[in-house]
């Protein structure tokens, strides 16, 4: 069970920032110039950075990486509207706050001995 939890969160997470990424991609259909559309590229995948950001986070410290992931989450919500639509509720909101909430539970589920040591 604790491998579960310790590797369900990050898989989710990485599926869930190459799912993000992968809406950037459409930036190139815009009209102009490459370097126009280049800059429209990245700013597309921001959203995806910024979950990669978490996702690095939680990778080194779980509780404040699901913190992070959850925060985002709200965000997201926020910003994208995802709570008009339920699939888009659950294709943008819901991956986030899973792979956050189960980043903290995997801190809980470790065996006292394999707790890093916080100094």
Known sequence: M????TWFPRILSIA??????????DSFSEPGGFLRQLGIFFLHLLP????????YVAWRRRIL???LHIVLSM???????????????ILITMPLA?????FIL?????PLE???IHH
Do not use: E, H, M
């Open 65 to 67: 990486g699901g913190l």
């Open 75 to 89: 965000i997201f919500t926020i910003y994208f509207g995802s709570w008009r639509d339920t699939l888009s509720f």
């Open 48 to 55: 995806a950075f910024a979950a990669a950001i978490c996702l």
């Open 98 to 102: 899973v792979a956050g909430l189960f």
């Open 2 to 5: 604790s491998k579960l939890l």
């Open 16 to 25: 869930y920032v190459l799912f993000i990424a992968s809406f950037a991609l």
């Open 106 to 110: 995997s801190k809980w589920n470790l």
């Open 114 to 116: 394999q707790q890093p």
